[in-house]
Structures are given as structure tokens and as C-alpha cells.
């Protein structure tokens, strides 16, 4: 059963006035005739030795979500890396972090041995008299170090 469901339905629909008088009795301890004289009034002291069996269960329910309420973190896990549930969960390193950040001002990168590739900023060229405009972008290969090194460009116009 959630928490949200209940099986009981309202004893009495009474309010205002009409439930005031009836906590008025109880203010005057009314029911305590049958916790007094149970045999004089066992169907009452019946229900009242369940009103307090549900008192009880109430009070230590109490003291569950009290306890719960507080709570900032499921116990045992979930506050760093080393303590996430496992699953779709992934975490990363200070150090991967840093190297992904690191990582998104890079406008080249090195494919096979001494060979890198870089591109530069697109070019807008705006068209002459009403002309198209158009788009370039300068691709370089450098291919090896220092004094002999090979450095070879092209320029893609984009379509």
C-alpha cells in the first residue's frame, strides 16, 4: 500500500460546533468511563484499546519520517565518486575533468606518427554586387619537426 492510499473513511463528518461538543466530551474525560469500567463498556473499551493501539503505531511512524526528513543523502553512498550507486551512473577525475576542459581550445589534432592537423577560423567572403556569399575554411598539414618539417594548406570552400 503507498503511503498515499488509506483504508479508512472518516468516522464522523462532524464540524465546527458539532465537533467542538463532541471535544468537549473529551475534554470532560467521558471516555475514560469505559477505560474505568471495561465490563460495563466492553464494545467502547474495545475501541478505545484499538484508538490506542493506532496512537502507538501513529508515534513510532512519527519517529521514522522524523528521522528520515533530516536525512541529506541516501546512507552509504551518493556524496563522492567512490560511493554512487552502480549503474548508468558515471563520475569522472578532477584530472579527466580538467583534461576534457583543457581539450575544448583545441583547434588541431595529431593523426599518425608527427603529422598534425589544424583548422583555421571559417571565412565569410560576401559576394560582389548582389553576388553569392561564400564560405572557406584553411585546413594545415605539418609533417614532422623543426627545420624540416613539411607544411602544406588548402583552402575548402563550403557548400
Known amino acids: 500500500m503507498a503511503i498515499e492510499d488509506k483504508k479508512y473513511n472518516r468516522i464522523h463528518g462532524k464540524d465546527g460546533n458539532n465537533k467542538n461538543e463532541m471535544k468537549a466530551k473529551f475534554d470532560d ?31 513510532y511512524l512519527r519517529g521514522l519520517i522524523d528521522t528520515n526528513k533530516s536525512k541529506t543523502t541516501f546512507p ?27 581539450n575544448t581550445s583545441k583547434v588541431s589534432f595529431t593523426g599518425g606518427v608527427g603529422t598534425t592537423l589544424s583548422f583555421g577560423k571559417m571565412i565569410t567572403t560576401p559576394g560582389v554586387k548582389g553576388g553569392k556569399t561564400t564560405y572557406s575554411i584553411v585546413m594545415a598539414v605539418v609533417s614532422g619537426v623543426g627545420p624540416k618539417a613539411i607544411t602544406k594548406s588548402v583552402t575548402l570552400q563550403l557548400i
Open 29 to 59: 474525560s467521558m471516555h475514560s468511563i469505559a477505560i474505568d469500567y471495561p465490563d460495563d463498556w466492553p464494545e467502547l473499551a474495545a475501541v478505545i484499546y484499538q484508538i490506542g493501539q493506532l496512537e502507538e503505531e501513529i508515534d
Open 76 to 102: 552509504g553512498f551518493g556524496t563522492s565518486g567512490s560511493t554512487c550507486l552502480a549503474g548508468d551512473t558515471t563520475t569522472i577525475t578532477t584530472s579527466q575533468a580538467s583534461a576534457i576542459t583543457a
